[in-house]
């Protein structure tokens, strides 16, 4: 990876802001958001398949936003290789962020 070409990647978690993007989304907390979306610790209960267009924009979610939380899922992935639900949620929301194009 060239470091100098990723420099304005976030650094660490707080940078990553994972709350404060989901909270700016659709104005519902992190631990609302994985209810709706089937997070546990280390697994998601839920696929795509568990949800519908028209639900995921009766509740302010767009194919954007999809996508913009699941980049910040890989950046705390990335920072954080430990995490064990970070990789698994970003590649669930990209899967769900499908539904809407």
Partial sequence: ?????????PQTRREVDLRGRIRRAVGVSLKEAGRFFGWAPAKTTKSSADFTRDELIARGWTKKKLLDVADAYDHVARITPSNPSAAGR???LREIAKLLE
């Fill in 1 to 9: 990876m060239n470091v100098a070409r990723h420099r304005k990647w």
């Fill in 90 to 92: 970003a590649s669930q």
